[in-house]
């Protein structure tokens, strides 16, 4: 039997014994403990615009909402959040630190999402991270280093290593006025077939300098509140420059948002976007202007459902002369408790995202929902399903991605969390050799101090 082998076997049976124990030692108790609601995200990041993922079966992130949906007196406006359950290591000086460490043994049926010649290998997946914390006089600064690394053992030519380094501050300058920053550099990686590229035989490396900046106005419980977003984004990539080059970008992004409380529970919303994308190659034609107006609610009506809701229009303008686009948009996200140890998560989207290789742009509608539950005060699960509808504009070509996911974990200590992971992605399209399918499966480890 091959090492790799070995190491599967040994990751397979850890969880699922330590998932029966706790089954056979625990019962479910008289108060449930909150799920982990991690994968819940109403984030207002729109600045740190990924590569986008055709095809890939990653949970929608409602983008560009800020603090709006969560509680008005958030923990971070821009810095690095942490898990308030772990124990951090102080330093004499009053630095925090939290290390943590992800690793992953599984297997993935389809590596580089292909239709014909899949490549099916076993894989190791690593994840350090480290977040270093300061406070002072209400201000908080925070420092991340992490690094994401994959080894195939049959397709070595997909390793890949991504990391980042990014600093920031939140600061309160009064009970009504308050900012973020944050500086970052990301070395990131599109997998093969993950975008409408050509596919070369690596997966494509690229690197990206982050500036953001937020300022929030207004008291949690004022009448109107005003949150304003501005920031920078230079991408560029570093291999397979033939076919990449032409996306070098440069993305600049501001955003404004008025919220004019309507009761005890609910706010009515106005909000305005603009990204301008520069791309850099005089072989591309792709620069162009996005706009987005929302107009939109979000409510805590009760403590069992809370959420936002944002319904406008987008348009996205070419300077080349390229057709463009006018068309309707919305952001939702909406979160019930039937309990207080189960949550359900809906959220929908429809928005516009620059093209890679295929079509003037892309046009996508994606839905999702999922369910976290608290079984004991040791396991929880979470299970959802997605569709997401790629329309490629101008390249006549439509996909449809199905995107299944089941997560099991057992907390072993407070410290220590060991977990099962399995997903189902079934990519249909109206091109030959365009349509997917691919599972992963997972066996995990997730510590802390």
């Known amino acids: 039997m091959s090492s790799h082998s070995i190491r599967l076997a040994a990751a397979a049976v850890l969880p699922f014994a330590l998932v029966a124990g706790a089954w056979a030692q625990t019962t479910t108790p008289e108060t449930q403990p909150q799920p982990d609601l991690s994968g819940y995200t109403l984030k207002g990041d729109a600045l740190k615009t990924p590569s986008t993922q055709q095809g890939g079966a990653t949970p929608y992130e409602l983008s560009g909402t800020s603090i709006s949906g969560k509680a008005a007196a958030a923990a971070a406006i821009l810095t690095a959040p942490v898990d308030a359950s772990t124990a951090p290591f102080k330093m004499e000086n009053g630095l925090y630190l939290y290390p943590s460490v992800f690793m992953g043994l599984g297997t993935n049926d389809n590596v580089s999402r292909t239709s014909n010649n899949k490549i099916s290998s076993s894989f190791v997946n690593v994840a350090p991270q480290l977040v270093a914390e300061m406070r002072n006089h209400g201000d908080r600064y925070t420092a991340l280093v992490s690094a994401n690394t994959t080894s195939y053992d049959n397709s070595s030519a997909d390793n890949y290593t991504n990391s980042e380094l990014t600093v920031a501050g939140d600061n309160y300058f009064t009970s009504r006025a308050s900012a973020g920053w944050s500086l970052g550099h990301v070395v990131g990686s599109d997998p093969r077939g993950s975008t409408g590229l050509t596919t070369s035989s690596t997966p ?83 620069s162009n202007i996005e706009h987005r107006y929302y107009a939109g609610l979000t409510w805590d009506a009760t403590a069992a459902t809370t959420g936002i809701v944002k319904l406008g229009s987008m348009t996205k303008d070419f300077s080349s002369g390229i057709s463009g686009l006018n068309g309707s948009s919305w952001e939702a996200s909406v979160r019930w408790l039937p309990r207080t140890y189960s949550a359900f998560d809906l959220q929908t ?101």
């Open 204 to 286: 494509d490396v690229w690197h990206s300098d982050n500036i953001n900046g937020r300022f929030n106005y207004g008291a949690p419980e004022a009448p109107g509140r005003l949150e304003l977003d501005l920031g920078n984004q230079a991408k560029n990539y570093d291999n397979n420059l033939a076919t990449t080059a032409v996306q070098d970008v440069n993305l600049t992004s501001a955003a404004a948002r008025v919220f004019y409380r309507l009761g005890s529970r609910s706010q009515a919303l106005v909000e305005i976007r603009q990204a301008v994308a520069s791309y850099t190659s005089s072989l591309s034609n792709a």
């Open 349 to 449: 989207a429809r928005e516009a995202a620059d093209a890679s290789g295929v079509g003037n742009y892309l046009l996508t509608t994606n839905n999702s929902l999922s369910w976290n539950h608290m079984w004991t005060g040791s396991v929880a699960s979470r299970v959802m399903v997605g569709e997401l509808t790629t329309e490629y504009v101008g390249g006549n070509r439509t996909d449809v991605t199905d995107s299944y996911t089941l997560t099991l974990n057992y907390a072993v200590k407070r410290w220590l969390k060991a977990g099962v992971d399995w997903s189902n992605t079934n990519n249909s399209s109206n091109v030959a050799g365009s349509a997917f399918t691919r599972n992963v499966l997972m066996f995990t480890l997730n510590a802390t101090l």
